[in-house]
């Protein structure tokens, strides 16, 4: 079951990175208060990545204990939490230039 939930993930963890992608190019044509009011569909690109994120991070911890760590396991998961790793750097910086 680890090697097709393995193989499954390597064959869509670009996914979270292209809806995210595609959402963004979307929302940059709106105007005004549509982008506002648009702007809750990004929930759902996030949330998709937050959630690979959490199965590579388990895949990962799998294959640590079976003694066969894969760098190219760690580089999909880090591809696939991009969209979030984004948000969180970007809340980062708001709040270290809010601080001076």
Do not use: D
Request: proline share 4%.
């Amino acid at each position: 079951m680890y090697y097709r939930i393995k193989k499954i993930f390597f064959f869509t963890f670009w996914a979270p990175v292209f809806l995210s992608f595609c959402y963004w190019v979307y929302l940059k044509n709106l105007n005004g208060w549509a982008a506002w009011a648009a702007a809750p569909i990004m929930i759902i690109p996030f949330t998709f990545s937050a959630i690979y994120t959490f199965i590579g991070i388990i895949l990962i911890a799998h294959s640590v204990n079976r003694k066969n760590f894969s760098f190219k396991l760690t580089t999909a998961v880090l591809f696939a939490g991009l969209p979030i790793l984004v948000v969180f750097a970007r809340m980062i910086i708001l709040e270290i230039q809010r601080s001076f």
